[in-house]
């Protein structure tokens, strides 16, 4: 299976150092003559707008299992795993679509205005987006190391 069948975006990068099972992995964005900006999985590389894009980025990859662990200084792949903007489409959307909905339809049948029930509705969506950001700021980063580049 091809890097294009698994990953959803793959850059070649040098390690800058390796700790607890995550390589920080120095990726020439401006070299490879692609463009961040146009890039919609921009934000998963922390790539920021302000930034140049010929500057160089980091990105904190983690290192499967069994593999071997890349020297600082080393030539390196890492790759973003398909699947993941779909499941987070569905996160930030549909939950906090279904709570809103929710809110609207409990308060409806509980007879409470519409401004309130509004009010409620909108506020319950947002206690939801404020959940996702708590929840998902902690979680592993989605780049996976691939491989030495020989």
């Given at each position: 299976m091809s890097y294009s069948?698994?990953?959803?975006?793959?850059?070649?990068?040098?390690?800058?150092?390796?700790?607890?099972?995550?390589?920080?992995?120095?990726?020439?964005?401006?070299?490879?003559g692609h463009s961040c900006a146009g890039c919609s999985l921009s934000a998963s590389c922390g790539q920021d707008s302000k930034k140049s894009e010929s500057s160089p980025i980091?990105?904190?990859?983690?290192?499967?299992?069994?593999?071997?662990?890349?020297?600082v200084g080393g030539?390196?792949?890492?790759?973003?795993?398909?699947?993941?903007?779909?499941?987070?489409?569905?996160?930030?959307?549909?939950?906090?679509l279904a709570v809103f909905l929710a809110v609207a339809c409990i308060g409806t049948f509980a007879g409470i205005d519409?401004?309130?029930?509004?009010?409620?509705?909108?506020s319950g969506a947002c206690v939801c987006y404020f959940i996702i950001y708590i929840v998902y700021k902690r979680r592993q980063t989605p780049w996976i190391l691939i491989s030495d580049n020989r």
């Open positions: 069948e698994m990953y959803a975006l793959v850059h070649s990068g040098t390690v800058v150092s390796v700790e607890h099972g995550m390589a920080r992995v120095s990726v020439d964005a401006g070299a490879a980091v990105l904190c990859a983690r290192i499967p299992v069994g593999a071997q662990i890349p020297a030539a390196v792949s890492v790759g973003l795993p398909k699947g993941r903007s779909l499941r987070a489409a569905i996160i930030m959307l549909v939950f906090p519409d401004g309130p029930l509004a009010l409620c509705a909108v």
